[in-house]
């Protein structure tokens, strides 16, 4: 696979690429951020997000805990409730950020939980105990579904489990099996997914509205348009570029070096995301978004404000500007309200912008005509710097029958 920092970068891809900086970034401080990249087969979806697996730092759990159990916080049912002694005499453990994928072969015992085989049959020492699936184990991590629009056709019991980890922050997960107690864990684990809405059965936003609202942003992937990132992309995938890069084990080195300064770049944006807050003004900007557009879910501005401010933080500033929150709108809409509904609001958001500077919004109150639709647009040019020929054709315009 190639590596995520030698991955072409283009105009249609660029923001997958900031939101999974910014998902792995939210994650390794303990906040899930939910993410589902749509677009056109072949436009690159699944590999950026697959390539990301390089690029996670390490986490520290307690040792040999399947659960990754965080040392200073154990969730799960051998370590919780532990005291710092007992468990400094366990130990603790290094081990990269967990990135796990769900196929759409996996039974739901894999996905949850199940028995373990391998304890039960022990001859010298057969035991039942629970043997956690794919989504404990993806807990502090990432957890990745491809096509996930599929899934949510063909796997009912799937899709509800995902809407129970999805559904708060951090979720949960209940492991049960016949004769062994309930075991219900709180789960931290980001979600990725990829589709294309072009395809059987459609877009998730259709199949699964409920699955479609969890996930916090949606992005639309484009297709490149450039000739020399094309060629640049069929080089790296070339058969006799494969072995090149193969044979040269200098390459390897450099490629943990270039890994290596995406996790340090990680931990520097967490110690900041930490540290920063959204100011109260741009906290009212969206619950006056969420209220003057009838916005149904209040994920949607929980998403908002979330993404915002790790936007500021992988853009190395350390205050949230407005740009943040308008650049998080179309992808924390998009799957969530109509086309026409998004294209008022961006329009309206521009459009006030220029007029009046939108950061009047702090400490306004509120208008008895706010709610009042504005006909007419504030944003025409002034009449000297209009050439001759504009005037002839804007009196065309206005007047036809005189011409």
Same mark, same amino acid.
């Given at each position: 696979?190639?590596?995520?920092?030698?991955?072409?970068?283009?105009?249609?891809?660029?923001?997958?690429?900031?939101?999974?900086?910014?998902?792995?970034?939210?994650?390794?401080?303990?906040?899930?951020? =939910?993410?589902?990249?749509?677009?056109?087969?072949?436009?690159?979806?699944?590999?950026?997000?697959?390539?990301?697996?390089?690029?996670?730092?390490?986490?520290?759990?307690?040792?040999?805990?399947?659960?990754?159990?965080?040392?200073? /916080?154990? =969730?799960?049912? !051998?370590?919780?409730?532990?005291? +710092?002694?007992?468990?400094?005499?366990?130990?603790?453990? +290094?081990?990269?950020?967990?990135?796990?994928?769900?196929? !759409?072969?996996?039974?739901?015992?894999?996905?949850?939980?199940?028995?373990?085989?391998?304890?039960?049959?022990?001859?010298?020492?057969?035991?039942?105990?629970?043997?956690?699936?794919?989504?404990?184990?993806? !807990?502090?991590?990432?957890?990745?579904?491809?096509?996930?629009?599929?899934?949510?056709?063909?796997?009912?019991?799937?899709?509800?489990?995902?809407?129970?980890?999805?559904?708060?922050?951090?979720?949960?997960?209940?492991?049960?099996?016949?004769?062994?107690?309930?075991?219900?864990?709180?789960?931290?684990?980001?979600?990725?997914?990829?589709?294309?809405? /072009?395809?059987?059965?459609?877009?998730?936003?259709?199949?699964?509205?409920?699955?479609?609202?969890?996930?916090?942003?949606?992005?639309?992937?484009?297709?490149?348009?450039?000739? /020399?990132?094309?060629? %640049?992309?069929?080089?790296?995938?070339?058969?006799? !570029?494969?072995?090149?890069?193969? %044979?040269?084990?200098?390459?390897?080195?450099?490629?943990?070096?270039? /890994?290596?300064?995406?996790?340090?770049?990680?931990?520097?944006?967490?110690?900041?995301?930490?540290?920063?807050?959204?100011?109260?003004?741009?906290?009212?900007?969206?619950?006056?978004?969420?209220?003057?557009?009838?916005?149904?879910?209040?994920?949607?501005?929980?998403?908002?404000? %979330?993404?915002?401010?790790?936007?500021?933080?992988?853009?190395?500033?350390?205050?949230?500007?407005?740009?943040?929150?308008?650049?998080?709108?179309?992808?924390?809409?998009? =799957?969530?309200?109509?086309?026409?509904?998004?294209?008022?609001?961006?329009?309206?958001?521009?459009?006030?912008?220029?007029?009046?500077?939108?950061?009047?919004?702090?400490?306004?109150?509120?208008?008895?005509?706010?709610?009042?639709?504005?006909?007419? %647009?504030?944003?025409?040019?002034?009449?000297?710097?209009?050439?001759?020929?504009?005037?002839?054709?804007? +009196?065309?315009?206005?007047?036809?029958? +005189?011409?």
């Amino acid at each position: 696979m190639i590596p995520f920092y030698k991955l072409q970068r283009y105009e249609g891809n660029a923001a997958l690429f900031e939101l999974v900086m910014m998902s792995i970034v939210s994650s390794y401080v303990g906040e899930p951020l =939910h993410l589902h990249a749509e677009g056109l087969r072949g436009t690159g979806k699944t590999t950026i997000m697959r390539a990301a697996k390089g690029i996670l730092p390490n986490i520290t759990r307690i040792k040999g805990c399947i659960y990754n159990c965080d040392p200073e /916080d154990p =969730h799960c049912p !051998h370590h919780k409730g532990m005291t +710092e002694e007992e468990i400094n005499r366990i130990g603790v453990e +290094e081990i990269p950020m967990p990135f796990l994928e769900i196929s !759409h072969s996996a039974k739901v015992g894999t996905v949850v939980g199940s028995i373990d085989l391998a304890k039960l049959t022990d001859p010298a020492r057969p035991e039942a105990s629970m043997l956690p699936g794919l989504i404990p184990q993806a !807990h502090r991590g990432i957890l990745f579904v491809d096509e996930i629009n599929r899934l949510a056709d063909t796997s009912p019991e799937i899709t509800d489990i995902l809407l129970d980890v999805m559904g708060n922050k951090p979720g949960h997960i209940q492991i049960e099996e016949a004769g062994l107690p309930v075991v219900d864990i709180p789960v931290n684990v980001s979600i990725w997914a990829a589709s294309n809405p /072009d395809e059987d059965p459609g877009p998730l936003e259709e199949i699964r509205r409920q699955l479609s609202d969890r996930f916090d942003m949606v992005c639309y992937m484009g297709r490149p348009d450039s000739v /020399d990132i094309l060629a %640049q992309m069929l080089e790296e995938n070339s058969h006799r !570029h494969k072995i090149k890069r193969n %044979q040269e084990k200098r390459s390897q080195a450099e490629n943990e070096a270039k /890994d290596n300064e995406y996790r340090q770049k990680v931990i520097k944006w967490a110690n900041t995301y930490n540290n920063t807050d959204l100011p109260d003004f741009l906290r009212n900007f969206i619950a006056r978004l969420y209220i003057k557009h009838n916005i149904e879910s209040i994920r949607a501005i929980e998403a908002m404000q %979330q993404g915002a401010v790790l936007h500021s933080v992988i853009s190395n500033r350390d205050k949230v500007m407005i740009n943040d929150v308008t650049s998080m709108i179309p992808l924390v809409l998009k =799957h969530r309200i109509d086309g026409d509904t998004l294209i008022r609001m961006v329009n309206d958001v521009e459009s006030r912008g220029a007029r009046e500077g939108i950061l009047n919004f702090r400490g306004k109150k509120n208008k008895e005509k706010e709610s009042e639709p504005e006909y007419f %647009q504030h944003n025409a040019r002034s009449l000297k710097d209009m050439s001759r020929n504009e005037l002839v054709n804007t +009196e065309k315009d206005l007047t036809p029958g +005189e011409y």
